[in-house]
C-alpha cells in the first residue's frame, strides 16, 4: 500500500510530461514554471512509461455486484494532498480564483472522454460513460452506459427515469460524484487521481463563505494548509473527540446561518422601499453577519494546530455529583486484585481501624470510583491495574495508595480522550503513579474544584495536568516526565501551586496561558523549590497577546495603579539574589531597565524572569482596562475592578538542561 501512495504522488508530474514535450516546453518556461513540470530525473525521461500499466489499485465493490471495480484513490496521504495542492492545483492563488486555478489544472491532466464511472449519490449508484468535460463549470457530459447498471434502495429508478434525470441536467453531472472505473492500462490514472483532488477538496477543505473573505491572503496558507492538517489529525486520532464533535456543529451552525445571510441579503436587494419591514430586515442581517464572523473565528482557532495546541480544548464535563449518601454514612473503599491475610491486617492497623466504619472491596480502582459518593476514601493496594475508562471524580473523595507510587501503578489501555476528570469541590489523590497510553487530552485535567496531588508520579503521552479557568490544584512531591505537549497548562483564572515536584522530558515544563482579556484573570501560581529539567523547549512559557503600543500611552499615573496592583512576590534563590519589587514594577512601566545580573545562577534568573514577565502582564491589563474605562467615560475606576489580586510566590525552582533555555513567552 504504501508503495502504491508513494507511486500516486508522483502522477502529477508524469501526465503533465506526457502532455506536452516537457524538454521542449520547458526552455520557455519561467523558473517557477519549471519547478512544476521538472523532477529530479531528467525531463526526456517522462516521455515514455518504463513500466506500462497502472500503478494505483482498484476498490471492489461489496456484496454481490454488477458494478466494476473503481480506482482506489480516497488513503492519500497528508503530504500527498498538500503537495498536489500547493504545487499543481492552487499554488498562490485567492479565493476568488480557485475555481479558475482548478478548472486550469484539470484541463492540464483529465481525459476529456472515454472513460466509465460510477455516478454516486446518497440515493443511488449508475454506471455512465464520459463524452465530454466542462472544465470551467467542474462537469462531465454524460450518457448511460451500456449495459444499464444501477444500485438504489428504490426501485423506481428504472432506465427511463434515469434519462429524464440526466436531461434535467442536461447530462452534466459534477466531477467529485464521479468515481472512476478501474483500467490497469495506466491511462485514467491521472483522471481518476485528479477527480480525487477535487472531490475531497469540496468535501472538506472549501467553506461557502470563503470566496468573500479578505483576497490580500494566500488562499493555500490561509485556509487549505490548516484544514487539511486537521482533517488528518482527526483521521489519526490526535484530536480530543469533544472537539470535533464541536467542530463539525459550529461548521453546520455556520453554513445555515451563511445561507440565512444570503437569503436575507438577496431579498434585501430586489426590495427599493424603505419600509419597517426592510429596516427590520437589515438588522437580522447585521446579527446574521455578527454570529456568522464569530463562528468562523471559533473555526479558525479549532483549525489552527498551534492555536488548538496553545489554547486548549474547555470541554463542558457532563459528569453530575452524586452528594452524600441518603443516610450520611461514608464509605471506606477498599482496592486489591488479590486480599492476602497479611494486608488485610494491615490495613486494619493503619487505615481501618475507626469503629463502625463501612468497607467495600473491588477489584479494580475505576469500579471504586464509580461506586464513590461525597466523602469517601478510596484506597489502592499495591499492584499494577490495567484500566480501560476514564476517572471522572465528580465528588470529594479521597484516592490514596496504600505503599509507594511505584508499587501501586494504574494504567490506561485503550484509546480516549482524558485518564483523570477533576470536578469535585475537594479532592485528594496520594502516593499513586498513572502511566497514560493512546490518549489524545492530558493526564488529569481539573475542571473546577480544589484538587491536591500528593507523592504521585505521572507517565504522560500527551499533555500532562491540565488546571481550567476558577479550577484549583496543589501538587507536591510529585513527578510528571513524558508530555508531547507541556507537562503542566495552566488557565487564566485559575490558581495552581506547585512545591518540591520534579517535570521534566515533556515539550515545555510548564504552560501558563494569559490571555490578557477583561473576562480573565490572570492565574494565581506558587512555584516553590520544584526542578525543571530536560524539557524539550521552555522550563516555563506564558503564552500571551502582543501588547500594542497604545497601551504605554498615558502611564504618566504607574504609581497609583502599581498601587491597586495588589502583588505578593516572592522570589528567592539565596539571600544575594532577592529580586525587588519597586525595581519589577518600575521596569514594567518603561521608567528603567533591569540592570545585568552576571552574578544570577540559571536557576535564580530562572525565577527572575517568571516574575518580571508575570508583573509584566498584569500591569499590561490594568493599563487596557484602564484605557478601555476612559473611553466609555469612566474616568474615576474602582480600586476592587482596577485591582490584579495575584499571588506569586517564586522561590527555588531549579531550571536544569532544558533545550531552549528556562523561560520564554509565545506571543499571539
Not at 523558473?31 to 513540470?37: A, E, I, M, T, Y
Not at 472549501?206 to 490561509?222: K, Q, T
Not at 490518549?439 to 504522560?460: P, S
Not at 528567592?572 to 545585568?596: H, S
Amino acid at each position: 500500500m504504501a508503495d502504491e501512495v508513494l507511486a500516486g504522488g508522483k502522477l502529477l508530474r508524469e501526465v503533465m510530461a506526457e502532455r506536452r514535450p516537457v524538454c521542449a516546453a520547458a526552455a520557455n518556461l519561467g523558473p517557477v514554471d519549471k519547478g512544476l513540470f521538472q523532477d529530479e530525473d531528467s525531463c526526456h525521461d517522462y516521455n515514455y512509461r518504463a513500466k506500462p500499466g497502472t500503478i494505483l489499485q482498484s476498490f471492489v465493490p461489496e456484496g454481490k455486484t454488477l458494478f466494476p471495480e473503481i480506482f482506489q484513490t480516497s488513503q492519500l496521504l497528508f503530504y500527498e494532498r498538500f503537495q498536489a495542492y500547493q504545487d499543481y492545483i492552487l499554488a498562490d492563488c485567492k479565493a476568488s480564483e480557485v475555481r479558475e486555478f482548478t478548472a486550469e489544472f484539470l484541463e492540464k491532466v483529465l481525459e476529456p472522454s472515454g472513460w466509465q464511472a460510477v455516478w454516486h449519490t446518497n440515493v443511488f449508484e449508475v454506471l455512465v460513460e464520459v463524452t465530454d468535460v466542462d472544465f470551467s463549470a467542474l462537469k462531465a457530459v454524460v450518457k448511460l452506459a451500456e449495459p444499464y447498471i444501477c444500485k438504489s434502495e428504490v426501485s423506481t429508478f428504472t432506465l427511463e427515469c434515469m434519462k429524464e434525470l440526466l436531461d434535467l441536467k442536461e447530462c452534466q453531472l459534477p466531477l467529485q460524484e464521479l468515481w472512476v472505473v478501474f483500467d490497469d492500462s495506466g491511462v485514467f490514472d491521472q483522471t481518476a487521481l485528479a477527480i480525487e483532488h477535487v472531490r475531497f477538496f469540496y468535501q472538506n477543505i472549501w467553506r461557502s463563505w470563503d470566496e468573500e473573505e479578505e483576497d490580500e491572503y494566500d488562499y493555500f496558507v490561509r485556509c487549505v494548509e490548516p484544514r487539511l492538517r486537521l482533517h488528518y489529525d482527526i483521521l489519526e486520532d490526535r484530536v480530543p473527540s469533544g472537539l470535533i464533535v464541536d467542530y463539525h456543529n459550529l461548521l453546520s451552525q455556520c453554513e445555515e446561518n451563511y445561507w440565512k445571510f444570503l437569503n436575507l441579503r438577496s431579498s434585501l436587494s430586489n426590495c427599493n422601499s424603505d419600509s419597517e419591514q426592510e429596516n427590520i430586515s437589515m438588522v437580522e442581517g447585521l446579527k446574521l453577519y455578527s454570529e456568522i464572523e464569530q463562528l468562523k473565528q471559533k473555526l479558525k482557532l479549532i483549525e489552527n494546530p498551534l492555536l488548538r495546541y496553545v489554547f486548549g480544548y474547555q470541554k463542558n464535563s457532563s459528569i453530575q455529583a452524586k452528594g452524600t449518601r441518603p443516610n450520611g454514612q461514608k464509605v471506606t473503599h477498599v482496592v486489591s486484585s488479590i486480599m492476602r491475610t497479611g494486608l488485610l491486617q494491615s490495613l486494619l492497623s493503619d487505615k481501618l481501624c475507626i469503629e463502625e466504619m463501612e468497607i467495600q472491596f473491588h477489584s479494580d480502582p475505576l469500579s471504586a470510583i464509580n461506586a464513590c459518593y461525597e466523602g469517601d476514601t478510596v484506597i489502592v493496594c499495591p499492584g499494577h491495574y490495567i484500566v480501560h475508562g476514564t476517572f471522572s471524580i465528580a465528588d470529594s473523595i479521597e484516592l490514596e495508595g496504600y505503599g509507594l507510587p511505584d508499587d501501586i501503578v494504574i494504567e490506561k489501555r485503550g484509546k480516549g480522550d482524558t485518564f483523570v476528570d477533576c470536578i469535585g469541590a475537594d479532592i485528594k489523590i496520594s502516593s499513586i503513579k498513572f502511566i497514560q497510553h493512546d490518549a489524545v487530552e492530558g493526564i488529569l485535567i481539573v475542571h473546577r474544584g480544589k484538587t491536591t496531588l500528593k507523592n504521585c508520579v505521572l507517565q504522560c503521552e500527551t499533555t500532562g495536568v491540565t488546571i481550567r479557568t476558577s479550577a484549583e490544584f496543589l501538587m507536591k512531591d510529585s513527578d510528571l516526565y513524558g508530555a508531547k505537549g507541556a507537562g503542566i497548562e495552566i488557565y487564566p483564572g485559575s490558581q495552581c501551586s506547585l512545591i518540591d515536584n520534579v517535570i521534566h522530558h515533556c515539550k515545555d515544563g510548564i504552560l501558563i496561558k494569559d490571555f490578557l482579556d477583561e473576562h480573565y484573570d490572570i492565574p494565581k501560581i506558587s512555584m516553590v523549590n520544584n526542578m525543571i529539567h530536560n524539557n524539550e523547549g521552555y522550563g516555563v512559557v506564558l503564552v500571551k497577546p502582543i501588547i500594542f503600543s497604545d497601551l504605554q500611552e498615558n502611564t504618566q499615573d504607574e504609581t497609583e495603579e502599581n498601587k491597586a496592583l495588589k502583588l505578593k512576590i516572592s522570589v528567592e534563590a539565596d539571600a544575594t539574589t532577592r529580586v525587588d519589587l519597586e525595581e519589577l514594577i518600575q521596569c514594567t512601566t518603561g521608567k528603567m531597565e533591569l540592570p545585568a545580573r552576571a552574578d544570577l545562577s540559571e536557576q535564580a534568573e530562572g525565577n527572575y524572569e517568571i516574575v518580571n514577565e508575570i508583573v509584566a502582564a498584569s500591569t499590561q491589563k490594568g493599563q487596557m482596562r484602564k484605557k478601555r474605562l476612559s473611553e466609555l467615560g469612566i474616568t474615576q475606576a474602582d480600586d476592587n475592578l482596577m485591582s490584579q489580586e495575584m499571588f506569586v510566590a517564586i522561590m527555588g525552582n531549579q531550571f536544569k538542561w532544558n533545550g531552549k533555555g528556562s523561560f520564554g513567552t509565545f506571543l499571539f
